[in-house]
């Protein structure tokens, strides 16, 4: 069988590509020369790092922001600049990253932070201890050649981390000589999961990262456009339009640039010389029918016969109280339902993956406090994906 990547229809389409020049700078993951609107960031994040060019232990630092904020892409583009401050003067200095939904545990990230560094370590069969004792026998030794290492390690997602497996990593790295980290979050109250001797060690500094409004969005997009699309392809719509609806999923930059990159997808598709205000339209729909069913395919059966209940409710004009809600459930479900208590543990689980909001209100001294509960994705979507999958 012929390789399918060399298929001649294929080949003629990446050859008559009118539409992008590169791709890669509509990835959220691609760092450009210059972040547009996070310099105030990254010149806070320079203040508590500036001391391990002389030698001294930084502050540790934490950046909160909802999702799309440019909290990575900021910690990365100090990083980068950082390390050539120090290659100018000699200094030894290592500054990783580690995301916490790859490496979920304290003896995960320590011992792919002792690999990064030179020491082998397996990623399992050892001692918790031995782990620990290896790494900071790293810090001990000088190298001839450039002096004491320092590290600063970035863990991003931390609550993800922290959530599984508890404060144990910020205790070994906050009480490890030369080493200081930076805490990325979504989510403000993370340091609940922090005991108090961490905390006390810790003493971090926080820096907060606002969701971007449609004009600093439109800004993103315009300096990653001219990196990615051939001139005069874009019509002048289409790059506000992108912005207005982001803004609109609170000022998330990734999701304008997925608009973008599948709006020029779309058009490039339909062979067409241009990406109009259409193409973003259809991007939006895209975008969020993969992330409807991409969320729906992962949950439990029962879950998913909640949000079937929610769609059913909503389609009803019905508003939903959680005791609405159940009867709509245990009416779809019969026998198999599941207690109404574990339903609340659906409800907050839904609400975390965005597909369903809730609102107390208050009823009265008589009636109390009541959840109003509501769907945040398109009814015809839901639908179509929850009788397709």
């Known amino acids: 069988m012929a390789n399918i990547f060399e298929d001649e229809e294929l080949f003629v389409n990446r050859r008559r590509n009118n539409i992008f020049k590169d791709k890669k700078p509509l990835d959220h993951r691609f760092l450009p020369t210059k972040l547009v609107h996070r310099d105030r960031q990254i010149k806070q994040i320079a203040k508590c790092w500036v001391d391990i060019l002389d030698g001294v232990t930084p502050s540790n630092v934490t950046l909160y922001g909802k999702t799309g904020t440019g909290k990575t892409a900021t910690s990365k583009f100090a990083r980068e600049q950082l390390i050539e401050a120090a290659n100018n003067e000699n200094i030894f200095i290592k500054v990783e990253h580690i995301r916490c939904t790859d490496y979920t545990t304290e003896y995960q990230v320590i011992a792919e932070l002792c690999n990064r560094l030179g020491r082998d370590v397996p990623s399992r069969g050892w001692t918790k201890a031995e782990v620990v004792n290896t790494f900071r026998d790293i810090f001990k030794r000088k190298s001839i050649v450039k002096g004491q290492l320092h590290l600063i390690v970035i863990l991003d997602e931390i609550d993800i981390l922290l959530d599984k497996d508890g404060d144990g990593i910020l205790y070994t790295l906050t009480r490890t000589d030369n080493v200081a980290v930076l805490l990325i979050s979504n989510y403000l109250d993370f340091k609940k999961l922090i005991k108090s001797r961490v905390t006390s060690s810790l003493k971090d500094k926080e820096i907060i990262f606002p969701p971007y409004g449609a004009d600093q ?37 990734r999701y304008a640039l997925d608009l973008l990159k599948n709006a020029g997808e779309i058009a490039f598709d339909e062979a067409s010389d241009k990406v109009v205000g259409e193409h973003v339209k259809q991007a939006k729909e895209r975008i969020e029918h993969n992330k ?62 965005g597909i369903i909001s809730t609102n107390t209100i208050s009823r009265g001294r008589a009636k109390g406090r009541t959840n109003i509960i509501k769907l945040q994705c398109d009814e015809t979507l839901l639908e179509t994906a929850l009788y397709t999958i």
């Open 217 to 253: 969005l439109s800004d993103i997009l315009s300096e990653r456009a001219k990196l990615s699309f051939h001139d005069n392809v874009l019509e002048d719509d289409v790059i506000p339009l992108c912005s207005a609806m982001a803004a609109k999923e609170e000022g998330d930059a």
């Open 292 to 353: 409807v069913t991409d969320i729906l395919t992962t949950l439990p059966f029962q879950q998913q016969r909640v949000l079937e209940a929610i769609l059913t409710l909503t389609k009803q004009k019905e508003e939903i109280t959680s005791g609405k809600l159940y009867e709509a459930y245990t009416e779809i479900s019969k026998k198999d339902a599941v207690t109404y208590r574990r339903i609340f543990d659906f409800i907050n689980e839904l609400e975390l993956l």
